[in-house]
Nanobody
Framework: VQLQASGGGLVQAGGSLRLSCAASGIKFSVYTMAWYRQAPEKQRELVAVIATGGSTNVVDSVKGRFTISRDNAKNTLYLQMNSLKPEDTAIYYC????????WGQGTLVTVSS
């Protein structure tokens, strides 16, 4: 099983990034998918989740700025991040949950002020 996250980078406050997570080795469509993030010296936290049917939920701190989506035909999870803030700086991890739980390796997002 592999969850390959990409799309992170350095961006100025107010900018945008789109993260991708390509999944292999799992039947992607049956997994609930999510993005988590971990800022320096902080615990990993849930950012957004998308169910198998497409319903989504995002945490209040990113509501209206981040959008989670999935393409089951491409086995890929996305996170569109707009209006980025310095406090969004973190390593972002994709997560797949069904009977088992899998984690990607993370992609670093740095937002400069």
């Amino acid at each position: 099983v592999q969850l390959q996250a990409s799309g992170g980078g350095l961006v100025q406050a107010g900018g945008s990034l789109r993260l991708s997570c390509a999944a292999s080795g799992i039947k992607f469509s049956v997994y609930t998918m999510a993005w988590y993030r971990q800022a320096p010296e902080k615990q990993r936290e849930l950012v957004a989740v998308i169910a198998t049917g497409g319903s989504t939920n995002v945490v209040d701190s990113v509501k209206g700025r981040f959008t989670i989506s999935r393409d089951n035909a491409k086995n890929t999870l996305y996170l569109q991040m707009n209006s980025l803030k310095p406090e969004d700086t973190a390593i972002y991890y994709c997560n797949a949950r069904f009977i088992a739980t899998y984690w990607g390796q993370g992609t670093l997002v740095t937002v400069s002020s």
